[in-house]
């Protein structure tokens, strides 16, 4: 979603981006920082420092920003929350695997521990799971010791697991009796929604635990939120799968390389990976409808690309068709819908296309999804992930909670929970992102027979 689009919506909705504190901050911090400005020294950073949601503006009169409607700057505060001596913090990573997990993991543990002075930091073993009694999973004790290397590592190192987060009341009661201050929990959308119900009940008891969430989609779909981590690592190992799909398909008479790349609801990384690649030739995502058949379809362009250059390159977002595809709604463990799988779903229907012209293609079809979701992290994603983590520390030392760290206009900020999962972001069809994809696939700019604002059909 542009932040044009995603601004109108934000207005519409009228979402409160303040944040939530547990107390008064009467602590000095133990971080020896300054407020002096041009003396060499890092600052500490101050509760009336915001960013706005989107940087375009409109020439004329501009109304009032109220508190509300901007976002609260993330880092370190001079006054905290919690003495660091007392605090007993725990972390957690549910959902399924994303580059940069442990990276996550490492940052908050060595912040806590070297920054703060805080000693006592319990990893929860295969995510929710790990607080409900009957699957006794035993917690792990962690360090700057026993994390000091998983960065290097793919997966998590706490394990991870879909489910749990509705046994709230189970929960609680784990967290007050392992006596927790503080919870960080990493995880996507599902996990999120688990967290801020397991932070309402909290509340409800009047308990003093601050619930800090990383947001984990390697699909980059978060609301409002500018980048999510593991999104980079996703794209440049797909650039690799693209290339071997290319050379494959030029390789062949009447090549056709088809990759399935993530994407539930948004096609972000599908359109990246293309415009990093430049040999992608389709895009097809779930944003953007699309028929099969017929004189404007898919697989009509496909067969004209053929005839023209011998070969072609797809790539299609796992959420593409879904629509039509899907025909008992049922949900995972996390409460995501569960899809048909549009790639091998393509693969026939393409082979069986050409069969009937007698047409020769040679199609290889690619799913490399769980061999990108399990990598490490790449430099650029481990940086953002050390720099997530530590903010996450900063905010739970603080006293901040039902919120989440993410990225705004380049600035680290706080989140309120409730904003965070209201919605999705999405590839916006008439945006400066597809518009550029159009322009390095050169393919049309709908492949539909009919358009009449609704979604088309599979044709």
């Keep these: 979603m542009s932040e044009v689009v995603e601004k109108e919506a934000c207005e519409k909705e009228a979402f409160d981006f303040t944040i939530e504190e547990l107390g008064k901050r009467n602590i000095k911090s133990p971080i020896v920082m300054s407020n002096v400005k041009g003396d060499f020294i890092a600052n500490y950073v101050t509760d009336d420092q915001f960013i706005r949601l989107g940087a375009n503006v409109t ?6 920003i109220e508190r509300s409607q901007v976002f609260e700057c993330a880092g370190p505060r001079e006054m ?34 070297y920054r703060y002075g805080v000693h006592r930091i319990t990893g929860i073993r295969y995510g929710y799971k790990g607080f409900l009694p009957e699957y006794q999973y035993p917690p792990r004790e962690l360090n700057p010791e026993n994390v000091d290397n998983i960065h290097k590592l793919g997966g998590t190192y ?15 009661d ?52 500018q980048k999510s981590f593991g999104f980079d690592t996703a794209v440049t190992k797909a650039v690799d799968v693209v290339a071997a799909a290319h050379m494959e398909a030029n390789s062949q008479i009447n090549g056709i390389g088809l990759v399935k790349l993530m994407g539930r609801e948004s096609g972000f990384i ?8 430049h040999e992608v030739n389709f895009v097809l995502i779930p944003e953007v409808p699309f028929n099969l058949e017929g004189y404007n379809g898919f697989l009509h362009h496909l ?38 799988d549009v790639g091998t779903y393509l693969r026939d229907r393409i082979q069986n296309y050409f069969d009937e012209k007698k047409m ?3 199609l290889k079809y690619i799913d490399p999804s769980y061999i990108i979701r399990s990598a490490p992290a790449e430099p650029e994603d481990s940086i953002y992930c050390e720099r997530l983590g530590n903010a996450a520390a900063h905010a739970a030392m603080a006293g901040k909670t039902k919120v989440i760290i993410g990225l705004v206009n380049d600035e680290f900020v706080h989140l309120p929970m409730k904003a965070a999962i209201s919605h999705r972001s999405y590839v916006d069809p008439e945006g400066n992102l597809w518009r550029d994809t159009l322009d390095a696939t050169h393919q049309p700019t709908l492949m539909v027979n009919q358009f009449n604002n609704h979604a088309a059909v599979i044709g």
């Design 59 to 64: 020439l004329g009169d501009q109304p009032r």
């Design 270 to 277: 599908a359109a990246h990976t293309a415009l990093a690649s």
């Design 174 to 225: 784990a967290m007050e009796q392992l006596n927790l201050n503080m919870l960080f929990t990493i995880g996507g959308d599902g996990t999120q929604r688990g967290s801020l119900d397991i932070a309402e009940e909290i509340s409800k008891r009047k308990l003093k635990i601050a619930m800090v969430g990383i947001p984990k989609t390697v699909d980059n779909d978060f609301a409002f939120i």
């Design 158 to 172: 706490l394990g991870s697991a879909r489910g749990g987060g509705k046994e709230v009341s189970k929960i609680v």
């Design 80 to 113: 905290i929350y919690f003495m660091p001596a007392h605090v007993h913090a725990g972390i957690v990573s549910c959902g399924g695997l994303c580059p940069g997990i442990n990276d996550v993991i490492r940052a908050i543990v060595r912040c806590l521990w």
């Design 303 to 340: 067969e004209e690309r053929l005839k023209n250059r011998k070969h072609a390159v797809v790539v299609v977002a796992e959420g593409a068709l879904q629509d039509q595809l899907v025909k008992d709604v049922k949900t995972d463990a996390s409460g995501n819908l569960k899809m048909v």
């Design 360 to 362: 020769e293609i040679n």
